[in-house]
C-alpha cells in the first residue's frame, strides 16, 4: 500500500503533521502532490533507475517529493543538510543526481550545486535560492492526473561519513509496482511493531538518515499519522506524545539519556501512557540507560540493531533487554558469524567483527567496488558487514562492543571506548562523553574521556580522579580512562552519533 490507497480510503485523515509550523497535509493531497511531483519527474525525462536528491530540512514537502520518486522508479538521496557545500556537491556528483530539490534555509549547502555537471533542474521552497525554481510555481503547472505506471523506486543514502568520505548504499530496485506488495522494510517492521492505519508516530530526528525517512515512509505506507518534529528537544517530544496521543515513535540512546535528565517534574508533567512501542537504534544503548526508560515507559522499549546498508538486523524486547542487559537481540536475517582479523569464525563469547549471512550480498556501495568487497568476507561472499565490532552468547544474542574504527590499542590491548561511555554516561555529572585514545610514547595510545558537565558541576582535577575511579569500580582497571578533559560540547550528528573523527583531531 501506499498514500493514494488511502486517499480513497481516509482521504480527509492527517497523514503528516508538522507541529512547528502548525501544517498538515491529509491523505488526498499528500497523493496528489506527490502525483503532480512524478509528473513533473517524468516530464524532465527521467526514467526508472535515475536518480534526484534532496538537501532540505524536516519539512512535510520532503514527503511530497519522496512520494514522488518512489511512484515513479527512481532513486531519491537524502543528503544531510549540515554539511558544507563541497561535501554536498562531492555527493550529488557521486549519486548521479538529474534534479536537485532544496529548502531554502539549506542555501549554503547547495550554494555551488551548478557545479555539479549532471544536475539539470533545481527547485526550491521556503523563499528563494539563486538559480533555484520555485517549487510551488513547479508543482503547480505539473498534472494531477491519476498515474497509470508506478514503478517503484527506493531511497539510496550514504553513510554518515565519520569515519571518512561518506558512502552511497545502492539497492536494487524492486521490479514492481507500488502498491503491490508491501516494500521491503514495511514487510519486516510493520507487523513486528504493530504499525497499522491507528498508528500515531512521533519521529524527532532528521529525515536525510536512513531509519527517519523509511519509518516516516512507512507510517504513510500503512495509513497512520506522521508527526514529524523539526528538530530534538527533550520536553517537546513528551509534550507532543502527551497532546497526540502517540502511540509510537523511534529514539537514539543520547535522546533517552536527555529524557532521563529532565528534573523529575518535567518528566512526570506528560502523560506517556498512550504509547506501545518506542523503538530505538542507531548505537549502542548503556543498559542502566534502557532499564530505566523500561520503568518510566513500561515494556514498550523495544530495541534493532541494523544498518542503512541492511546487511542483517537483530531485535529485542523489554523483557529480554532486562534479562540479558547490554544485549541488542537475536538476528532475524540469517546467522550472525563472528570472525577475526584473519577471518576465522570465533567461538561463542569471543569478540571480533560482525559478519550477517545472507543468501547473497545484500548491498553495494555506489562507485566503489572496493569498499564493497570490503564489506564482504574474504572467503564468503554472502557474509555482509557494516565494521562494527561485538560477541555471541550462547543462545545466540548480540553484544556490541564497538566500531572497529573506534577500537584503541594501548600497549598491544584493544580496548573499545564504547564500554567505558556506557559506564561513565551514569554519573550525575556526567551531561555527555565520549572517549578516545590519544597518542601515548610509550603505549601508542592512552584512554582519555572528554566530558561535558550537567549544569551546576565544575571542572576540577577532583571531579576528574571521581570519574576515572567511578569507571574502574565497574570496568577492568584498563579499559578506564587514564586522563579527563572537561569539554563544551561534544561534535554529535542531529542523530545523535559521535563523530568521534573530530574529537580525536583535538588531539593528534
Given at each position: 500500500m501506499f498514500p493514494g490507497t488511502f486517499a480513497a480510503t481516509t482521504p480527509d485523515k492527517p497523514a503528516v503533521i508538522r507541529p512547528a509550523t502548525g501544517e498538515s497535509i491529509t491523505y488526498a493531497q499528500l497523493d496528489e502532490r506527490s502525483t503532480r511531483a512524478a509528473h513533473y519527474l517524468r516530464g524532465l525525462g527521467l526514467v526508472p533507475g535515475d536518480h534526484l536528491?534532496?538537501?532540505?530540512?524536516?519539512?512535510?514537502?520532503?514527503?511530497?517529493?519522496?512520494?514522488?520518486?518512489?511512484?515513479?522508479g527512481l532513486y531519491i538521496t537524502a543528503v544531510n543538510h549540515h554539511l558544507t557545500a563541497d561535501e554536498v556537491n562531492y555527493i550529488l556528483d557521486d549519486c548521479g543526481a538529474k534534479v536537485l530539490f532544496a529548502s531554502a534555509d539549506c542555501a549554503a549547502a547547495v550554494s555551488k550545486s551548478d557545479e555539479v555537471a549532471g544536475i539539470d533542474h533545481r527547485v526550491a521552497w521556503g523563499g528563494p535560492i539563486p538559480g533555484f525554481e520555485d517549487y510551488d510555481q513547479v508543482m503547480a503547472s505539473a498534472s494531477n492526473a491519476p498515474l497509470t505506471d508506478q514503478p517503484r523506486g527506493v531511497d539510496m543514502l550514504y553513510s554518515s561519513g565519520t569515519t571518512g568520505r561518506p558512502k552511497g548504499i545502492k539497492l536494487e530496485l524492486p521490479g514492481m509496482q507500488i502498491g503491490e506488495e508491501p516494500d521491503r522494510f514495511t514487510a519486516i517492521f510493520a507487523p513486528l511493531y504493530g504499525f497499522d492505519a491507528d498508528t500515531v508516530y512521533l519521529s524527532p530526528a532528521p529525515l536525510y538518515h536512513a531509519a527517519p525517512l523509511r519509518y516516516c515512509g512507512?507510517?504513510?505506507s500503512v495509513g497512520g499519522t506522521l508527526v514529524m518534529m523539526d528538530h530534538f528537544d527533550a520536553e517537546q517530544a513528551l509534550a507532543l506524545i502527551d497532546e497526540y496521543r502517540v502511540t509510537h515513535s523511534q529514539w537514539v540512546p543520547t535522546m533517552f539519556i536527555r529524557m532521563l535528565k529532565l528534573p523529575k517534574d518535567i518528566r512526570y508533567k506528560y502523560d506517556v501512557s498512550s504509547m506501545k512501542c518506542a523503538i530505538h537504534a542507531a548505537a549502542p544503548c548503556p543498559a542502566e540507560v534502557k532499564r530505566q526508560m523500561i520503568e518510566w515507559w513500561g515494556p514498550v522499549i523495544q530495541e534493532y540493531y541494523a544498518s542503512t546498508e541492511s546487511a542483517g538486523a537483530t531485535f529485542i524486547s523489554a523483557a529480554e533487554a532486562l534479562?540479558?542487559?547490554?544485549?541488542?537481540?537475536?538476528?532475524?536475517?540469517?546467522?550472525?558469524?563472528?570472525?577475526?582479523?584473519?577471518?576465522a569464525e570465533l567461538p561463542v563469547g569471543e569478540t571480533g567483527t560482525i559478519y550477517f549471512e545472507r543468501e547473497e550480498m545484500p548491498f553495494a556501495y555506489h562507485n566503489d567496488p572496493g569498499k564493497t568487497a570490503a564489506a564482504q568476507h574474504p572467503e564468503h561472499a554472502n557474509w555482509a558487514t557494516t565494521g562494527d565490532v561485538g560477541y555471541l552468547d550462547d543462545d545466540g544474542y548480540l553484544y556490541l562492543t564497538d566500531r572497529k574504527s573506534f577500537m584503541i590499542i594501548s600497549g598491544g590491548v584493544n580496548i573499545y571506548p564504547q564500554e567505558a561511555e556506557n559506564v561513565l554516561i551514569g554519573h550525575p555529572a556526567v551531561y555527555d562523553v565520549g572517549v578516545i585514545g590519544v597518542p601515548d610514547e610509550e603505549l601508542g595510545e592512552q584512554v582519555k574521556a572528554c566530558v561535558q558537565l550537567e549544569p551546576g558541576f565544575e571542572a576540577s582535577d577532583e571531579l576528574a580522579a571521581e570519574l576515572i575511579d567511578f569507571t574502574r569500580e565497574r570496568l577492568a582497571h584498563y579499559k578506564a580512562p587514564k586522563s579527563v578533559d572537561f569539554v563544551d560540547d561534544l561534535p554529535r550528528t542531529p542523530t545523535g552519533k559521535l563523530v568521534k573523527g573530530k574529537l580525536r583531531t583535538r588531539y593528534w
Open positions: 536528491a534532496v538537501v532540505a530540512t524536516n519539512d512535510i514537502k520532503v514527503l511530497e517529493v519522496y512520494w514522488g520518486a518512489l511512484r515513479s512507512m507510517v504513510n534479562e540479558r542487559p547490554g544485549s541488542v537481540g537475536r538476528s532475524a536475517m540469517g546467522p550472525i558469524r563472528i570472525c577475526g582479523d584473519d577471518g
